[in-house]
């Protein structure tokens, strides 16, 4: 059973660039035709979903958030990152990382992470 697990600091300050990995075992980042995304949910709101990458290395954004969103994988590692930059106090969240067939993933659907709660705040 695959398993995910997010990490990254708990704070960041307005203007910074934030940095989270989710680390998976129980399955490979590879492995066909899966894709691994990134959703976030700030406080008294709903889930929003980041973008993702595909088992081929595909990256896929949400418009919104494509600007100063990117994200890579670590095959060695088993591991996939987010970075965004240019956060302000907006982008605190709740962020997840998940697995699924479907490049969006919503809720109900395939495999998440606990989440970790990320503050931006000086």
């Known amino acids: 059973q695959v398993q995910l697990q997010e990490s990254g600091p708990g704070l960041v300050k307005p203007s910074q660039t934030l940095s989270l990995t989710c680390t998976v075992s129980?399955?490979?980042?590879?492995?066909?035709?899966?894709?691994w995304s990134w959703i976030r949910q700030p406080p008294g709101k709903g889930l929003e979903w980041m973008g993702a990458?595909?088992?081929?290395?595909?990256?896929y954004y949400s418009p919104s958030l494509k600007s100063h969103t990117s994200i890579s994988r670590d095959t060695s590692k088993n591991q996939f990152s987010l970075q965004l930059s240019s956060v302000t106090p907006e982008d605190t969240a709740v962020y997840y990382c998940?697995?699924?067939?479907?490049?969006?993933?919503?809720?109900?659907?395939?495999?998440w992470g606990q989440g970790t709660q990320v503050t931006v705040s000086s």
């Open positions: 998940a697995r699924d067939r479907a490049i969006v993933v919503v809720t109900g659907f395939g495999s």
């Open positions: 990458i595909a088992y081929d290395g595909s990256t």
């Open positions: 129980g399955g490979s980042i590879t492995t066909s035709y899966y894709y």
